[in-house]
């Protein structure tokens, strides 16, 4: 069964309400206030379809939901997701006095499998950017550039792409991030990256604007081939063509640049508080992912030097 088929979607006015407080008290992107949307407009369609208000819901309406989701094939992730927005909404509804009772307060997420996130090796991402520096097109310098930053700043896809050249200080070495929920941050380049950044500045960014038509001249750091501002989706068909440029196939993807990242600090000993902040993550939950990865690092290099000790644990 189809989403669509689940329910039809209600649109209240408390809803509307609650997305106008997250676009502008909360600082959400317009993509997630849409996700939000749709989450609660299909749970008040399901409430109106079983002929209950909106401020009567009970666990029992919920749990009904949540059943059908499972039995329309919803993944647990794609539920965590449903349930993060109706518990925001509900919290919202119970702070502004519109309902007498959070119904969603003692409702708890479906568990998911933890998986460690993929990430390059050092000797990974010497071969890549050695790899790409030997390109010949034009735009060789422009995805030098982006590589140095994703993997030197652990920035998220959204943030590059929406990076202006007012946020960079290349004297300085430091970048000034809007990450979720507009949350400023500071995140220091390493000097490879400052210079790689530099080269596509000055050398292939002015060639880029000039096809931009003048009504809109872009303020935007990285652009695509026709001058115009880069997308989420743009980035990531540009880390598909620089394997194809390079030769060098390693499932490049604009988040797995981020893990290697964390994953290096991490290994060198960094605090996750750090780690935390660079990344801008808000709760260090999320970064504790990572101690799982250089766990199975330590792990894999004390089998390796210990061959008995595997032997013996598996019989």
Known sequence: ?????????VYSQELKDFVLYLE?????SSLTCKAYQEDIAFFLGFVKVNKVFFDKVDESIIRGYLLELTNCGFTKTSIKQNLAALKHFYKYLYTINRIQKDPFEFISSPKI???LPDFLEKDEIDQLFKANKERKDELAIRDQAILELLYNSGLRASELVNLTLQNVNLKQRVLRIFGKGRKERMVPFTLEAKNSLEIYLNQLRPKLLLKCPL???STYVFLNNNGNKLTSRGLEYIMGEIEKKSGCYMKLHPHKLRHSFATRLLSQGADLRVIQELMGHESIGTTQIYTHVTYSQMKDVYDKAFPRAKIKKEE
């Open 1 to 9: 069964m189809k989403r669509e088929e689940l329910s039809p979607k």
């Open 113 to 115: 499998d933890q998986r």
């Open 215 to 217: 009504n809109q001249m």
């Open 24 to 28: 502008k008290q909360r600082n959400f």
